[in-house]
């Protein structure tokens, strides 16, 4: 179907777009849940591409499945951890008692008459699960198309680790969500005096390419001194700061930032990783790092207070973004502007060549 007015572009995509969507984003890693929220004997719920699944610890293993008994149909993520012997810990459904051992095969069903088999239909699938950076992450394709998204520095040990914050699902896509974090032309308008000014509106300079499965992309741009280091709350002293952009296609950005006026080896890491759980639904895990002020507290007040402004700031815009899959460019829906949008325009055409912008 063609989009052909403004006033089309609202409506909800159509279910082949969604599922097309839906196929295209299953091959890669996706982060689903903090690890630390991972309760040792207990199952947890969570969605991805709007499929219920569950994650588990059994026998010391991270377990994901999908979180519908094969029996009726309830969710396993309400059942419990039981031993059964010769397979261990198992996740037993809360209903009629079945229990799936780790490969997802049911082993134990409480009613089977006396000489009867477990069907060996009888499963529920499993799927690629990992867990680094504090959150597990979760591939539902056999072969993923990609490794799972490094970040750099977070695990070198040189680094003061900030806290992983998990913010509340935003509606709206997950392409649109890492591209408000790509854009580098908003910030005077969303975020004036935080991260822009509207007396310097010009783009700044970009060098894009492709390494390996990531986009980066390296700038020079003026921001108020506060931006990125959290010591000065002065807007009005601005500063040049160099940023090397990593993104890890489809879901993860990391922002690499130094001021380009001192040479004191300072840098600051801030990253985001997304979750889409639905077409419209999008959980943002964010988290930043620091190689100075290491005698100081991991959590700085002042510089997360700053970082739930500028996301409430970004929020209201992208859910407001239409149509809510992103277009292919053939469509012409969209006018990126060239040199300023650079790396969206390179972020979108690569996500075009796997097949992700499925709008229309
Ligand atoms: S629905 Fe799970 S055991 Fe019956
Ligand atoms: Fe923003």
């Keep these: 179907m063609k989009l052909t007015t403004q006033s089309q572009l609202a409506r909800t995509p159509t279910a082949e777009a969604i599922e097309t969507y839906y196929a295209s984003m299953r091959r890669f890693w996706h982060p689903v849940l903090p690890s630390e929220q991972l309760v040792d004997g207990k199952p947890s719920s969570v969605e991805l591409l709007e499929e219920p699944l569950v994650i588990v610890r059994l026998n010391g293993d991270l377990v994901i499945m999908e979180d519908i008994c094969r029996h009726f149909q309830a969710q396993l993520s309400l059942g419990e951890i039981r031993e059964i012997p010769g397979s261990g810990e198992c996740l037993m459904c809360p209903y009629h008692g079945w229990t799936y051992a780790e490969d997802g095969q049911c082993v134990d069903i409480p009613q089977l008459s006396a000489g009867r088999e477990i069907p060996s239909s009888a499963r529920v699938p499993t799927f690629h699960i990992q867990e680094r950076y504090g959150l597990i992450w979760v591939c539902l394709d056999p072969n993923p198309a990609f490794h799972l998204p490094d ?147 991991a959590y700085d007040v002042d510089f997360e207070a700053l970082q739930d402004t500028l996301r409430e700031q970004d929020r209201r815009i992208v859910e407001s973004q239409r149509p809510w899959l992103l277009p292919p460019f053939w469509t012409k829906i969209e006018l990126p502007l060239r040199p300023a949008d650079l790396p969206l325009i390179e972020y979108q055409s690569w996500l075009d060549e796997l097949g992700i912008t499925t709008a229309v």
């Design 151 to 297: 970040l750099p520095h977070l695990d070198d040990g040189t680094y003061q680790i900030g806290p992983l914050r998990t913010y509340a699902p935003w509606i709206a896509s997950a392409p649109r969500v890492i591209m408000a974090a790509l854009d580098d032309t908003h910030g005077p308008w969303v975020h004036p005096g935080l991260v822009g000014n509207r007396s310097h509106p010009l783009p700044p300079e970009h060098r894009v390419w492709r390494e390996g499965q990531y986009l980066k992309v390296e700038i020079i741009m003026t921001q108020p001194n506060n931006a990125t280091i959290a010591e000065s709350n002065d807007d009005s002293a601005v500063r040049e700061v160099a940023i090397t952009t990593t993104v890890g296609i489809p879901n993860t950005i990391h922002f690499d930032i130094r001021a380009t006026d001192s040479s004191d080896g300072r840098h600051t890491l801030i990253w985001q990783a997304v979750c889409p759980q639905r077409w419209n639904s999008t959980l943002t895990f964010w988290g930043s790092a620091r190689n100075y002020d290491h005698d100081k507290p």
